[in-house]
Each structure stands twice: as structure tokens, then as C-alpha cells.
């Protein structure tokens, strides 16, 4: 912890980048994504002319900022778009959406279930049997993340407004590998060039 202070007070601009990333501070979007794309890629930022996939991803959350996006990246929300365009039999079934952590009657849940934020990337916790579950960290977790303000990490505009809620969900495998394989298709002009 020492090391971290010091490095802190050598580098004054860590401090800023810190309290801007926790949404402590107003500091400039470019200015802040510019300085953590250097820490992390160890090279200048282009944003006039990107060429890499990340480059491309910086200018986007920069300049391109479409309404629909918020309701798109709220895990809750776009459940009435994902019926809407593609039909309601594609999505897990919910089991309920809460403001609050101590709004889930966790008695009345089934056997196994999946809670998530609705405004955040990554945070899930699966529940594959009640009786092993350890409630008191998962209660702690979600705690936390509901309090964090995601979109201040990393600038992606569409999460600033979304409404942190807590989405249970039906928990879902594959019956032969007990497993449920996650597929992200990433799409250029409508074409998809990641997997």
C-alpha cells in the first residue's frame, strides 16, 4: 500500500485518473481515455485516424453516442428488444428484477438461478444449488457493484444512464456438458469479424 502512495505522489496524474474513475471528479472523456489507453496499450492514442480494433473502440465510445444504445447494454431492458426483433422464446426466462439486494425473497427462488446487474459488464453470480450457495458474499457483492458507477472505468457512453437494478434469472445449462457456452460476435459494417 506504501508503494502505491508513493508512486501516487510521484505521478499526481494517477490521483486524478483514480478519482475520475471512480466518478469522483469531472475530467475530460478524451483526456481520460487517451491517458488509460497508454497505461495499458503503452502507445499513443489515434483518434483522428484509428486502425486497430481497440483504437476503433476508443473513438466509438467518444463519438458515437446513440440513445438506443442505453437501453441495448441495460440487461434488463433489452429483453424488450430482443422480443421485439427476434421473438421472446430467445431469451432466458426472469424470474424477477430488484432495486435492492434485500428486495429478493431468496426463499422463494428455485433450487438454481443466476442474479446479474443490469448496469455493469461481468457481474454475475450462479446459484447451481441452494443449499451450498453462499448468500452472505453474494448479498456483499452485488452491494458493491450496485454502488459502482461503471461507465467512469472505461467511458462507454450507452452505461452512464442505465439504472443499476439486480435481473434473476433461470439458471441454464447443457444437458450433455453441464455447461452453457457464451458466444460474442463483434460486427464491422455488418459483418461479423470477431468471435
Not at 486524478?16 to 469522483?24: F, M, R, V, W
Not at 422464446?89 to 432495486?99: A, E, F, R, T, V
Not at 437494478?165 to 445449462?173: P, S
Amino acid at each position: 500500500m506504501i508503494k502505491k502512495i508513493m508512486k501516487a505522489i510521484k505521478n499526481p496524474k494517477k490521483i486524478l485518473i483514480y478519482l475520475a474513475s471512480k466518478g469522483l471528479i469531472n475530467y475530460d472523456d478524451k483526456k481520460y481515455l487517451t491517458y488509460i489507453y497508454k497505461e495499458h496499450m503503452g502507445k499513443e492514442l489515434n483518434l483522428e485516424n484509428p486502425k486497430t480494433f481497440n483504437e476503433k473502440l476508443q473513438w466509438l465510445k467518444l463519438y458515437n453516442r446513440n440513445s438506443k444504445y442505453t437501453s441495448l447494454v441495460d440487461k434488463y431492458e433489452v429483453r424488450k428488444y430482443v422480443s421485439d426483433v427476434i421473438g421472446k422464446q430467445y431469451l432466458i426466462p426472469c424470474l424477477g428484477i430488484y432495486d435492492s439486494i434485500k428486495d429478493i425473497n431468496f426463499d422463494k427462488l428455485p433450487n438454481q438461478f443466476v442474479l446479474k446487474t443490469t448496469h455493469d459488464s461481468g457481474t454475475v453470480v450462479v446459484c447451481e444449488n441452494k443449499d451450498t450457495f453462499d448468500k452472505k458474499n453474494a448479498i456483499k457483492l452485488l452491494k458493491k457493484r450496485l454502488k459502482r458507477k461503471y461507465f467512469y472505468l472505461f467511458r462507454e457512453w450507452p452505461y452512464k444512464n442505465v439504472r443499476p437494478r439486480i435481473i434473476v434469472e433461470q439458471f441454464m445449462e447443457d444437458d450433455k456438458t453441464h455447461a452453457l457456452d457464451d458466444y460474442k460476435f463483434y460486427c464491422f459494417d455488418g459483418e461479423p469479424k470477431v468471435l
